[in-house]
Nanobody, 123 residues
């Protein structure tokens, strides 16, 4: 049974940092493409970052501030977020797929999802 569990969300002041974790069971992260998405109230879920092999790709809105990394030994993917802004406030979800149908930037590209973790940035 595949399970993705996010953690690390919380309340942080603008300009601060947080590290989100996504721990996987039932699948080997090093063989999967993993992604982070977020959904703010009243908005659609949007792409944040993806990691396939050693190649990372970021949304323009987070480029230079967020970093996606994987720890194969812990079977965990992290999203290191810095210089946080109020517009980063959202529920953050991790996702995984062995072979996304497209470019891994869309929600439909992923078969497995976590339950989400809330990130709130106060200004």
């Amino acid at each position: 049974q595949v399970q993705l569990v996010e953690s690390g969300g919380g309340l942080v002041q603008a300009g601060g940092s947080l590290r989100l974790s996504c721990a996987a069971s039932g699948l080997p992260f090093d063989s999967y493409v993993t992604g982070w998405f977020r959904q703010a109230p009243g908005k659609e879920r949007e792409f944040v970052a993806r990691l396939g092999g050693l190649i990372a790709y970021y949304a323009n809105s987070v480029k230079g501030r967020f970093t996606i990394v994987r720890d194969n030994a812990k079977n965990t993917v992290y999203l290191q977020m810095s210089s946080l802004k109020s517009e980063d406030t959202a529920v953050y979800y991790c996702a995984a797929d062995p072979s996304p149908r497209r470019d891994g930037l869309g929600t439909s590209d992923y078969s497995y999802w976590g339950q989400g973790t809330q990130v709130t940035v106060s200004s």
